[in-house]
DNA sequence: TCGCTTGTTGACACCGTGCCAACAAGGCGA
DNA sequence: TCGCCTTGTTGGCACGGTGTCAACAAGCGA
């Protein structure tokens, strides 16, 4: 133990929510949401399990703000992508989503594919709001800024291919970055190219 | 009730298993997993609570059991695709895909998306063999029958994206069925001719 | 009608969660 | 230095959900 453990010792509330929230975001990283309990928690955090709810609130408002912090992503250089022909464009995109998936691949992967166990509707809007800034990103890249909602619902779709390529590449180990970036490359080329234009 | 309440009665083993079986898919495919507790499939049952633990012993196991038949799906009809050119195979499987969603979209999408929460293992796997099934139905309806790993995997990916389009259209109701069918048959495409041949 | 097999029940103990009053750490004024 | 007061922190309480198991009874055969 780093810290002294046995003394009771008092924090700033924001640095003692940051600490807390540090702790969560490991333990639901290794571990699901239902293997984790807030004593758990609090006992990695060093601290009262009442401590996390005094914070926190309920346990899934925890996790919710874990999410938050899992799917929170560098949004610099996005602006930065060069202004060449489509396909350089959509080259830049998605070696920009390669690098990003790839750094904190664990946590953000995990995270985007939390919907599930039926579907928490709090959880699933978080994730929602993701896809749509991912999709946004993608969007703008291909330069197709002022789209109606019909692009934004492919662009969307195109998340979740990217989402579940990525995973074949970083889980599965089964396809190589190379393979995912032509994959990701030749589909989004014809989706611009051949679908996007009919809504 | 339908059935008489109150009074005790003996079924056969299968019987008994697969009338709650049906209540425990009928209540997880309304709600959630967490918000559906073992008290609630015994009550709709009008069974002891404890019968649910004798049959399917863990709440897990049981909700296993109601993925399991929420993604068995009509496999029929899958090996009379036609024979024509790729694009037309391709428009069939798409159309069929489609239908088999539309079909009993609300159990199929929600149980396809369950894996998250940090991701149970057993429920992945269940998840994963029911993508699988889907890829090598793609793989075949294309004709690529003898593929290797690389191309199972593009395959899932392919999947993906068919799942989280025909969510647009089934749940968010954004995207038109024939704006799908396009996506999907135009990617598909894109992949079998520019993408699979790599590997 | 009796007895036995076994489908079925109810209760028990355990665990995780949310809540709350009580406690004390540490800064401030005297 | 001492006492007080704010408030970060704790421990325990009650509640609901889960898994297990011995006991019960439904229904068939003798």
């Known amino acids: 133990m780093s810290v002294e453990a046995g003394q009771r010792r008092r924090l700033e509330p924001d640095a003692r929510r940051e600490q807390i929230l540090s702790v969560a975001v490991r333990l639901f990283g290794e571990r699901g949401y239902a293997d984790v309990s807030t004593t758990d928690v609090a006992r990695a955090a060093?601290?009262?399990?009442?401590?996390?709810?005094?914070?926190?609130?309920?346990?899934?408002?925890?996790?919710?703000?874990?999410?938050?912090?899992?799917?929170?992503?560098?949004?610099?250089?996005?602006a930065g992508l060069p202004d060449g022909d489509l396909p350089t464009r959509i080259?830049?995109?998605?070696?920009?989503?390669?690098?990003?998936?790839?750094?904190?691949?664990?946590?953000w992967l995990a995270a985007i594919t939390a919907g599930g166990m039926g579907g928490d509707a709090d959880i699933d809007r978080v994730i929602a709001e993701a896809i749509d800034a991912a999709a946004d990103s993608v969007l703008t890249a291909v330069g197709l800024t002022g789209s109606g909602p019909a692009q934004h619902a492919m662009a969307r779709s195109y998340v979740g291919l990217a989402v579940s390529t990525a995973r074949?590449?970083?889980?599965?180990?089964?396809?190589?970055?190379?393979?995912?970036h032509r994959l990701l490359a030749a589909t989004l080329l014809t989706m611009v190219e051949q679908v996007f234009t009919d809504a």
Do not use: C
């Not at 080259?91 to 946590?107: E, P, T």
């Not at 590449?169 to 995912?180: D, E, F, N, S, Y």
């Open 46 to 78: 060093g601290v009262a399990r009442g401590l996390v709810n005094h914070y926190f609130g309920t346990k899934k408002d925890l996790y919710l703000d874990v999410i938050r912090v899992m799917l929170t992503v560098p949004e610099v250089a996005i």
């Open 91 to 107: 080259d830049a995109i998605v070696s920009w989503f390669l690098d990003v998936v790839s750094r904190h691949s664990r946590s």
């Open 168 to 180: 074949e590449w970083l889980q599965r180990g089964v396809l190589t970055r190379a393979q995912v």
